[in-house]
């Protein structure tokens, strides 16, 4: 019943208060569910997730119509022949005739035959409905994933990694028994029970409606029923998402509750909710096992009326044995889709949270991209100028608050202050990552809110202390920058930034496969790789953000070379702490919460005795 990805991920902790009793444990475990596992019916969320199915709809649609009514037809026609059989065959009025075993044996073949044709339709039907339900899924899940990978840094910021993820995997999924079974499902089901109303009626109108008095009385309890044990069912589903989300994190982070002997503390954690999801699947699995019988006695209850109200009508000539047996089947043919309809309902509610979900997301509209008269930024020599430029990430708290900078063409900028001083921010703002709040960022003249995103990304490279290795070989990840690099080009640049010596070191080469953020490889030489993927794009622009923070001296030396390489000719923003990153930068900006405090280059500020001799002191005294 369990799922790998975590429909629950966030987990709060209160502050941990230690030796608390067993009852008082549960105030320590604060847990935060936001994401509602049901939501009310919605026609017009349903409609929009049907009309998924309308680019198939012609094609297959048709296919499914035919086989849904040659198999209810085929159905239905069986209790009818039994009556027949019973009523003609076996036992006829002596005033119509004698029982004949050959009518009996052609009864028999017909309703052979019906079976046979019933099972190949159900077999097109789900064949035709699979294809439907997958095709659907698909478009889903692409146009979700096409449409977060637009989505803007700030949608990202609002919203950890796991419910972007539980979206894309957990609430696409849920969908796909609406879309293979459900919706189908729900037509037949419909038909089937509509027709069996008028077939009972048909027969005997007041056994009939006896009968169908009792439906919505099953109904009821078969949906309300349903829907208890579902919830539990999905109780433990989310406990034991709880715990591989704990797993999750104990895993990666095992190094530092080790380093602070923290085991004792995690296995408490850790045990708080192993018990209460065996107390979850304990409940729901009771609840599960009474659910069957209470059915059956509900379904006896409903034939103890038939065959009383049936025998009635017998004695008094009203009814054929033929007859009732015919009716006890229609009877017993009307639980199914009953049943079925019961378990729609339940797919329906939790269809309407997850699609309420996607289409939140799919919704959303990614605040930067470029307006609908924007141009193509030409071909750019690298000019850049802020003006007054202001910017909060929330309202009302700004994180740069007027700056001014005139860079011309391949000039070197180094950003240096105190951590939250708005280095990250500024270099943000030059890809425009987020839009300004206030003031004017041109390069070249241009104002980037006026040209493509993407012709401004183009030309622009980036290099961040992070470097993100994506999965696959080391030459897939230097050809991120450029795609159509040919290998020798690729080689070209990993010599060029000396990251080629250590990469045909490598088992296989250019061909290592690296893992999901290059765990393999040591920090300088994934700081190497990304220098390489920059210089592959051969942007105007380059920005590196802490480029050099964490290697050693002797890497750095080799990062040194390749950055001189790498900078060469191009407009390029450096935001490091490292002295020898950027005492040759031509011209160095101190800022100081969020306001350019002190610039000019490394011999003037040094000879000011402000704030950047300050930083600069403060390393050396620190080495
Ligand atoms: N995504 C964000 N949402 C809200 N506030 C943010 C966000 N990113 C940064 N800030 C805030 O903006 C301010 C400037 O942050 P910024 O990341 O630019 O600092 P920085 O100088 O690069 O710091 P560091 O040297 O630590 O990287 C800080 O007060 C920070 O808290």
Redesign the pocket.
Known sequence: MSTNVNTEPRHRRTSSGDNKPEGQMNERFVYKDDDAIEKPFNWKQLTRLISYMRPYAKQILPLIALMMIIGTATKLAVPFLTSMAIDKAIDPDPSVGTPSLTMLYQITIIVLVLYIIQWITGIFRIKYTNIIGQRVIYDLRADLFRHIQRLS??FF?KRPAGSVLVRVTNDVNSLQDLFTNGVVNLIIDCVQLFGIVIILLLINWKLGLAVIVTVPIMFFISTKLRIRIRRAWQEVRTKNSRINSHLNESIQGIRVTQAYTQEEENMKFFDHMNKDSKKSWDKASAMNQGFGPLIEITGGFGSLILFWLGATLIQQGQLTIGLLVAFAQYVGNFWEPINRLGQMYNQLLVAMASSERIFEFIDEDPNIKSKPNATKLPQIKGDIKLENVVFE??KG?Q?LKGINLDVKAGQSIALV??????????INLLSRFYDISDGKLTIDGYDIRDVEVESLRHQIGIVLQDTFIFSGTIRDNIRFGRLDATNEEIEEVAKAVGAHEFIVQMPNGYDTEVEERGNMLSMGQRQLLSFARALLADPRILILD?ATASIDTETELKIQEALKLLLKGRTSFI?AHRLSTIRHADHIVV?DH?RIIEEGNHQALMKEKGTYYGLIEAQYRFL
Do not use: C, M, Q
């Open positions: 840094f700030n910021d990430y929330e708290r994180a202050g105190h951590t939250g001083s708005g280095k990250s921010t500024i802490e935001v800022l969020g």
